[in-house]
């Protein structure tokens, strides 16, 4: 005699595939947004393709990127402010392939999670999109897990893959010389590292995400800002800023050496990526005002100087070295591209990073 048994779905062991459909279908307008020349094809099909050619390319180089936004994740998900995270997924990967001397063209995410909700999944995807046509770069494909039993509740993870191309000979850093002058461009905020520490000094401070940010700013009406204090959750969750744009100006402009992203690690580490055998970097501490974030970070947790600048970047994102004789006329094309510069010091002979000033 034959037992009878119930029929199994996927959808009873949680997976929903017409909800993995459905997003699919409300992203398609955001990831057409962001097309540019040489996509041949999107979302939608096994694999995305891109033609070198079409996007003006004679012999290029491919230079590959893949990162993540770290614990930063725990926060966007804890306030449900997912809006934004995005951007910071696409900056990681984007910011990391300028200082190679690449051209961003396409960007791929990965997005899992226990159970999905297409609305919030759509915010998240969306917010890729922005930071990809913020900086340039075709939305072309991605993938979309949904693995009950991986994640709890709402948890979600995100990591993200982008591929660049620069004209073969054009890599940077290349003619990094003594006497080289470093200017720096403003971040917007802790960008997408250090949330570790962060997370840890918000819960010792005895504050929640939704209180207000001690260190942030009233809003100011007069300004058309919204009335009402901003709060210590999304404060924290300001996105990576995106240095794409003005980069690429920079480096067709000439006299720029070399690009360092000040991201784990921060300055200490950071800028002796970007710097030959015996030579050092000469940085002045009193040439930028640290942000008030981190003043904060830093006397709740009674940060010393050397472990601040180690672990964020204390409100510079990125450093440009450019020719002395260029130093200048880079300057003013950046300021005019929006960005915020501060002309940190110089390349120096020796190694690693030295320090002059006062940063706290």
């Not at 097309?35 to 290029?60: E, I, Q, T």
């Not at 039993?149 to 003594?178: H, I, K, Q, S």
């Not at 472990?307 to 880079?330: C, H, Q, S, Y």
């Amino acid at each position: 005699m034959t037992e009878s048994r119930t029929a199994m779905t996927y959808a009873q062991a949680g997976v929903d595939i017409d909800a993995g459909n459905a997003l699919v279908d409300r992203i398609k307008p955001a990831a057409a947004a962001t097309r540019r020349a040489g996509v041949m094809s999107g979302l939608g099909g096994f694999g995305a393709l891109f033609d070198l050619k079409a996007a003006g390319y004679d012999d290029p180089v491919l230079v590959a990127a893949t990162d993540g936004v770290g614990t930063k994740l725990r926060i966007a998900i804890d306030t449900g402010i997912t809006d934004t995270i995005g951007i910071d997924l696409v900056a990681m990967c984007v910011n990391d392939l300028i200082c190679q001397g690449a051209e961003p063209l396409f960007f791929l995410d990965y997005f899992a999670t226990g159970k999905l909700d297409v609305a919030a999944a759509a915010r998240i995807v969306e917010g890729i999109a922005k930071g990809c046509a913020l900086s340039g770069t075709a939305l072309i494909g991605g993938e979309t897990a949904e693995m009950p039993g991986m994640y709890a509740g709402g948890d979600f993870d995100l990591a993200g893959f982008a591929v660049g191309a620069m004209e073969r000979g054009r890599a940077l850093p290349a003619g990094v010389a003594e006497g080289d002058v470093l200017l720096g461009l403003a971040s917007d905020g802790v960008h997408s590292n250090g949330y570790s520490l962060v997370r840890r000094i918000v819960e010792a401070s005895g504050l929640g995400w939704d209180d207000a940010a001690p260190f942030a700013a009233p809003a100011d009406p007069d300004q058309g800002e919204e009335a009402g204090a901003t709060t210590l959750g999304r404060a924290l969750l300001t996105p990576t800023r995106l240095y794409v744009r003005p980069l690429l100006e920079a480096i067709g402009a000439g006299g720029v050496h070399a690009l360092a992203h000040i991201t784990g690690g921060g300055l200490t580490e950071n800028l002796p990526r970007v710097l030959p055998e015996g030579l050092g970097a000469q940085v002045d501490l009193d040439s930028w005002e640290l942000p008030p974030v981190f003043a904060w970070l830093g006397a709740q947790a009674h940060l010393a100087e050397a472990e601040l600048l180690k672990t964020f970047n204390a409100g510079i994102g990125m450093v440009v070295v450019v020719a002395p004789d260029r130093a200048e006329p880079i300057a003013e094309l950046l300021r005019g591209a929006g960005e915020t510069v501060h002309r940190l010091g110089r390349i120096t002979s020796g190694n690693g990073v030295s320090y002059r000033g006062a940063l706290l």
